[in-house]
């Protein structure tokens, strides 16, 4: 059987790998598997191509019966709030989140607003791929897609219960707000909005060719953005992709500050918030050691996770914990939804600054310090990423090997993971040390290991 879904969703190049044909024939396959007379609401982001691709999807899943409700332009956490909040059956989201511009994507939501577990991933494949898909009598086909204007409303609230808004409002901070040219530039101005911010905007109009910056939140996309933060003199910038389900956040110093240095202040600061749920938290094998050292301190565990938010929101759910995370800026909030999402994740860092009473670069300081390189070698399909991994493992066998995703060495001085990327064709090298020339000489050394071998 063929294979569709990667590490999040169906993505691929717009009018190429991903044509109105697979868009159809994926809406009539995920609409024999929820079934005729299931509601389901569908949104998008930004991007280009959004619109041919949502109606696309919406007559697939027409033809198999299904009720269509169309939510809009919408961040994808805010869509899957909405699915579990106001009792849809499933959702699909047209996004790409993070990938280039050129790219977009669809992803499947299950009815409790988390997406779709591996296991139904593959059912809706062989339905795919079987053209097994059911085809709904035509005197059936009474039912014209709705519209649904509930979703941003919806999704604010939700927020805003989980934190205390007083509290925040009496700090009024200075925020600025990356949103990336997409979806986020809707919601995260009224979430700062409604918590008395005083709010600055740069990439907050939507643009589907995403001018500005790639839709990825990293530290070289972000060098014109925290430049800005700085010279504000903002108490916090936030970073969103293209969907908004992450958040990278910028101090009040104007550094970039990755989504595990953020997940492991968040997690402590929801072990604060919840006390039924067992000490412990799920993240990614692409996050830093200092997660562990940061939160042993709290008594918290560190449990490692393939790469990907559908598998670490299934561990969540099955495991339970205080949170998830992963190092790009995904962070998990159980008591909200099992799902990463960035808006949350902001109104969160709010009110843990407004409660520890310190700026948000001192706040960040309480961390270990570890130097970090994050870069990728382009690979092609005939790469032997095997071949790959066993040659790391073997030319650095002497630090303690994990090999859930990828190959991550960790040792005393610094710690490493070469991975194959689930969305792109790439390999991710991602470095920490103690040392800055260490963590760059480290880096060096892989990419030309793994370049030598792609």
């Given amino acids: 059987m063929g294979k569709l879904f990667g590490t999040d969703g169906v993505r691929g190049t717009i009018n190429k790998e991903l044509t109105i044909e697979l868009a159809q024939k994926l809406g009539q396959a995920i609409g024999t598997f929820f079934g005729k007379g299931s509601t389901i609401l569908i949104g998008r982001d930004a991007r280009a191509g959004g619109d041919m691709y949502t109606r696309a999807v919406e007559s697939g899943l027409l033809s198999a019966g299904v009720k269509v409700y169309e939510g809009g332009f919408a961040p994808t956490p805010a869509l899957q709030y909405a699915v579990k909040t106001l009792g849809y059956d499933a959702g699909v989201i047209i996004t790409a989140s993070h990938n280039p511009a050129e790219y977009n994507g669809i992803k499947v939501i299950d009815k409790d607003g988390v997406e779709i577990s591996r296991d139904k991933e593959n059912e809706i494949e062989g339905i795919y791929f079987s053209g097994k898909f059911y085809s709904e009598d035509w005197k059936a086909l009474t039912y014209d897609v709705k519209k649904e204007d509930r979703v941003i409303d919806n999704y604010v609230k939700g927020i805003l219960s989980h934190v205390d808004v007083e509290k925040i409002r009496k700090k009024n901070f200075k925020v600025l707000i990356d949103g990336a040219n997409s979806v986020g530039s809707i919601t995260s101005p009224i979430v700062a ?52 389900d992450r958040a990278i956040f910028i101090d009040s110093q104007g550094r970039v500050q990755w989504g595990d240095r953020s997940g492991a202040l968040l997690s402590y600061w929801a072990s604060t918030k919840e006390s039924s749920f067992p000490r412990r938290i799920f993240t990614a094998v692409s996050s830093s050691v200092l997660v562990q050292d940061y939160l042993k301190k709290y008594n918290i565990e560190v449990v490692w996770t393939k790469v990907g938010s559908v598998d670490i929101a299934h561990k969540l759910m099955e495991e339970k914990g205080i949170a998830g995370f992963e190092e790009n800026g995904g962070f998990i909030f159980p008591l909200h939804q099992y799902v990463r999402d960035g808006a949350m994740s902001f109104a969160l860092m709010l009110e843990m600054l407004a409660s520890e009473n310190i700026s948000s670069a001192e706040l960040f300081d309480t961390l270990p310090k570890y130097y ?56 991710r090298v991602m470095v920490e040390a103690k040392d800055k020339e260490k963590a760059e000489n480290l880096a060096n050394e892989l990419v030309k290991l793994v370049g030598s071998l792609a």
């Fill in 193 to 244: 909005r409604e918590l008395g911010c005083k709010i600055y905007g740069i990439n907050t109009n939507l643009d589907p060719l995403f001018p500005a910056r790639t839709p990825e939140p990293t530290f070289d996309s972000l060098k014109d953005t925290a430049e800005i933060a700085k010279g504000l003199k903002v108490d916090l910038g936030v970073a969103h992709d293209g969907d908004a």
């Fill in 372 to 427: 970090t390189v994050k870069t990728k070698v382009y690979i092609n399909k005939n790469t032997d990423v095997e071949k790959i991994y066993e040659t790391v493992k073997s030319t650095y066998s002497h630090g303690n090997i994990i090999t859930i995703d990828g190959v991550k060495i960790i040792t005393p001085d610094y710690w490493f993971l070469v991975r194959k990327s689930g969305t792109e064709p790439i390999i």
